[in-house]
């Protein structure tokens, strides 16, 4: 894939001086954010640090107040359908209606992401295989457990054979083989298609093992982009740099994202809206 950020040749998203305030909180503060075509790309940082904000912006589900996004060279401030047509997306609160059957669900975001009437049946019936959903597929989603929802959920976002898939913690609350489960299906997409993939999570596991990139997001604003492993020298030789011995451990990811975002965990820790809202999501899927 070319990796050639910044010049908008084989750029997925780019976001340049992106601003969003919900009144006097700036939830994203000048956000400079690109990524490239066929990376998985890790969004991490603190609750509160202006992910989901930044998400809802690029996916245009919020408007575009100050700065610019573009999604494979499309404005979404100005062209919002055309990237509505190009991504899929996985947000961090239930998206699936208990009421309907997994084949339902699905089917109605095939319909309200345009994939031609024609074909609907088919991509439905692929989207459930590609998440293992077949043998469920009939049943209402109420009766699903926590993991099977974030696979019907992925499988929603997938119906449309996105060029971008934005996921926002897809693996919250899940236990650690249901969490494998998700990451081999977005990868057996990936290797077919080649899809670009956006991805939030607080499992620095996950970000480690999957993500070719990450950036910290602190208040709003990247405070550290590189490869995990690129991460965790610079944090190293910082710390050889300060007094600390040549024989000491690696940093892990998480020691990075202590570095970067721990001296404002206090006051910025989110507030009872973020953590009331992530565990109604963790408990209603988990
Ligand atoms: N609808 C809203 N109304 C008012 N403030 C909001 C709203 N949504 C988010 N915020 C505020 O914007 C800031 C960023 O929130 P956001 O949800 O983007 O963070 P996040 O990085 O996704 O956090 P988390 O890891 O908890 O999901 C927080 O201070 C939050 O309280
Ligand atoms: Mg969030």
Redesign the pocket.
């Known amino acids: 894939m070319t990796r050639n950020a910044g010049t908008g040749q084989g750029e997925a998203v780019a976001c340049t001086g992106l601003a969003y305030a919900?009144?006097e909180?700036n939830?994203?503060d000048g956000l400079e954010l690109s990524v490239a075509e066929g990376e998985v790309f890790g969004l991490l940082?603190?609750?509160?640090?202006?992910?989901?904000?930044?998400i809802r912006c690029i996916t245009t589900l919020l408007p575009v107040p100050a700065g610019m996004v573009s999604v494979f060279g499309h404005d979404a401030a100005r062209d919002r359908m055309a990237v509505r047509r190009l991504l899929g997306y996985v947000p961090?609160q239930l998206s699936a209606d208990s009421g309907l059957t997994g084949r339902e669900n699905i089917a109605l975001f095939a319909r309200v992401f345009d994939v031609p009437r024609r074909e609907r049946a088919d991509r439905v019936g692929q989207a459930l295989t590609a998440v293992g959903l077949t043998d469920a597929a009939d049943r209402l989603a109420g009766t699903y457990s926590g993991g099977m929802v974030r696979r019907l959920e992925l499988a929603q976002a997938l119906v449309s054979a996105p060029r971008l898939l934005i996921l926002?913690?897809p693996t919250i609350g899940l236990d650690p083989i249901a969490r494998t489960g998700v990451w081999q299906h977005i990868n057996a997409v990936r290797a077919a298609t080649g899809m670009t993939v956006l991805v939030?999570t607080?499992y620095m596991d996950e970000a480690d093992q999957y993500c070719d990139r990450v950036a910290l997001?602190h208040r709003?604003r990247i405070r550290a982009l590189g490869t995990p492993d690129e991460l965790r020298e610079g944090l190293g030789e910082r710390r050889r740099a300060a007094g600390a011995a040549a024989t000491d451990p690696l940093p892990t990811l998480e020691d990075v994202f202590r570095d970067v975002a721990g001296s404002g965990l206090d006051d910025q820790a989110?507030?009872f809206?973020?953590v009331r809202?992530?565990r109604r999501t963790a408990h209603r899927v988990g």
Do not use: L
């Not at 940082?45 to 930044?54: F, I, L, Q, R």
């Open positions: 919900f009144g909180t939830a994203v940082g603190p609750n509160g640090a202006g992910k989901t904000t930044a961090q926002d913690e939030t607080h997001m709003g989110g507030d809206r973020d809202s992530t």
